[in-house]
């Protein structure tokens, strides 16, 4: 089984940054895509940023030379590094894993972090 995990939400200014990293668990995991989702309030669920294992990344635009995507590998871990932030920018945010088990790839899902940016 495997269990992403977030940390680094939390309650900034406007203009303020965060960090936000995700380590999915598990033995001899060979994960090939990983990405930042979030929900805010009355809104689906939508894309932030994704990084293929090779390091290929894609944004939304509304984070485009705001938000920056990396991971390590080595440490099965996915980081969310956000400058400028806005109010807009409010809601949880979910980390999302794609591991290849071999028989087929499989999606894998954190609980969420809360990012709320107030004055």
């Known amino acids: 089984q495997v269990q992403p995990v977030e940390s680094g939400g939390g309650l900034v200014q406007p203009g303020g940054s965060l960090r936000l990293s995700c380590v999915a668990s598990?033995?001899?995991?060979?994960?090939?895509?990983m990405g930042w989702y979030r929900q805010a309030p009355g809104h689906q669920r939508e894309l932030v940023a994704v990084i293929t294992r090779s390091g290929r990344t894609n944004y939304a635009d509304a984070v485009k030379d705001r938000f920056t995507i990396s991971r390590d590998n080595a440490k099965n871990t996915v980081y969310l590094q956000m400058n400028s932030l806005k109010p807009e920018d409010t809601a949880v945010y979910y980390c999302?894993?794609?591991?290849?088990?071999?028989?087929?790839?499989?999606?894998?899902w954190g609980e969420g972090t809360q990012v709320t940016v107030s004055a």
């Open positions: 999302t894993v794609q591991v290849d088990h071999d028989v087929g790839y499989m999606d894998y």
């Open positions: 598990g033995s001899r995991l060979t994960i090939l895509t």
